[in-house]
């Protein structure tokens, strides 16, 4: 058969008998939660529960070095600052004081954690050899040759275009349609016969050269594809076919103005800087300000309690003695109570808020992280014969999934009391009272 339990994973780490009066703190990936066992009774009526966890405290950090480092954004990803905050971050004792330490440059330099980023060495034109730019040359010469082509052959297009324009105005005047000629000519903006006929002329000579240059820019091309050499080839060949080029370093850094008749040795580029240093990310106040929120939640703009906050509102609310008790037993676990200097901060927050001379005791989880499956599956082999914590799967059917069985590590089960609908019941008999007596002031008036 199949059965079921519900069980607070917090609870389920304490193996459900620690103390029988004890304060339980969890901090998770979500959220922080206080709760309290009274006879080994969960208190839930002061349970809290504060809505920030690790993955506050993992986006506050990638905030905080996107803006220190606003070039590596990319690389800045929520992942790696998740790895970041678990393994290079801590909790101060004293968050101000700590502050004022990573002023000092020496503090600084000893406590920094430097990370680096992925990034690649090989820089664009850093390894090329001779062959390799020669190679390149050759292909920007053929780019712009054939970019000159097309715009050659735009132009002829043009040019052909309005040379039949006027052929067509000429036509005109042949056949004696002086009417639609003088009208062409004024739309042309020309005066005279003479005139038209003149850039006729000039025109069809354009439109001849232009027809001979993309010839020879073909027959050029050609001989490129077919003749490639790995010499530099001469530019003085080509200038009919650059004559729009102003430069050949308006396309390429690697042609230089001088003339390329002497190949000169090819050198390596040294970077300007240490590539690998510029990927690097330092990582100094970050590694106390991300795990703070979990103490100042106002950090980041919550309107929130901290957990040493909550933690003194809960004691508040019970007596002194019930207070001294809880706080021989204060437990934490959860994965983001592995921070280093967690336990530290919680006893000096504990020694802040309690009585001149008080004791009180904090334990840590053995392991925050598995100690929850492990109570759950301790208490799971102790209770498999009771059935009264275990939910049938005819239970689970009839009642739902919110249905739950009551145990030492379960939440509490709240029955919903709907609301007496006393006030319609009453506004529905007054109603009914009103007409009944509209209805006899009607009969005796009839």
């Not at 102003?246 to 001088?258: A, G, I, K, R, V």
């Not at 799967?393 to 919110?402: A, F, H, T, V």
């Amino acid at each position: 058969m199949c059965f079921s339990c519900w069980s607070v994973s917090s609870l389920s780490a304490l193996n459900y008998l620690v103390s029988p009066k004890m304060l339980h703190i969890s901090v998770h990936q979500k959220c922080q939660c206080c709760f309290l066992l009274l006879g080994y009774r969960l208190d839930a009526k002061n349970c809290k529960r504060i809505n920030l966890g690790g993955s506050q405290a993992a986006g506050y950090l990638q905030r905080l070095l996107q803006l220190k480092y606003p070039g590596h954004l990319a690389a800045i990803t929520l992942s790696r600052m998740e790895e970041i905050l678990h393994e290079h971050s801590y909790i101060a004792e004293d968050y101000v004081e700590e502050l004022h330490k990573w002023r000092c440059p020496d503090y600084y330099e000893n406590n920094v954690h430097k990370m680096q980023l992925p990034f690649s060495s090989k820089l664009l034109g850093s390894t090329l050899t001779s062959e390799e730019k020669q190679e390149r040359r050759q292909q920007q010469l053929r780019r712009l040759q054939e970019l000159n082509a097309r715009r050659r052959e735009e132009k002829l297009q043009l040019d052909q275009e309005r040379l039949d324009r006027l052929l067509y105005v000429q036509e005109l005047l042949e056949d004696g349609q002086m009417d639609q000629f003088h009208k062409a000519l004024i739309e042309l903006n020309m005066d005279s016969p003479e005139e038209l006929q003149s850039y006729i002329q000039k025109l069809s000579s354009a439109v001849e050269q232009a027809k001979q240059k993309i010839l020879q820019a073909e027959v050029n091309l050609e001989v490129d594809v077919v003749d490639s050499k790995p010499e530099t080839p001469d530019l003085e060949q080509l200038e009919p076919s650059l004559e729009d080029v102003e430069s050949m370093n308006d396309f390429d850094p690697l042609f230089s103005e001088e003339t390329p008749g002497v190949e000169k040795p090819v050198t390596t580029v040294q970077p300007v800087f240490n590539l690998a240093a510029y990927h690097q990310l330092f990582v100094g106040t970050e590694r106390i300000r991300a795990p703070e929120i979990i103490f100042q939640p106002s950090l980041i703009g919550e309107e929130q309690a901290g957990i040493a906050e909550t933690l003194q509102y809960i004691l508040d609310r019970y007596p002194k003695d019930v207070q001294e008790t809880l706080v021989q037993n204060v437990f934490l676990t959860g994965g983001n109570t592995m921070y280093p200097g967690m336990k530290a901060r919680m006893e000096k927050e504990l020694l802040e808020m309690r009585p001149f001379q008080s004791s009180f005791q904090v334990q840590l989880a053995s392991n925050p992280v598995l100690d929850a499956w492990y109570g759950a599956r301790d208490w799971a082999l102790d209770h498999l014969d009771d059935n009264e914590v275990w939910i049938t799967r005819k239970e689970y059917e009839e009642k739902g999934g919110e249905y739950l069985k009551e145990h030492r590590a379960s939440n509490i089960y709240v029955p919903i009391r709907l609301p007496k609908q006393a006030s319609r019941s009453s506004d529905a008999q007054a109603s009914s009272k009103g007409s009944a007596a509209g209805g006899g002031g009607a009969g005796e008036q009839a």
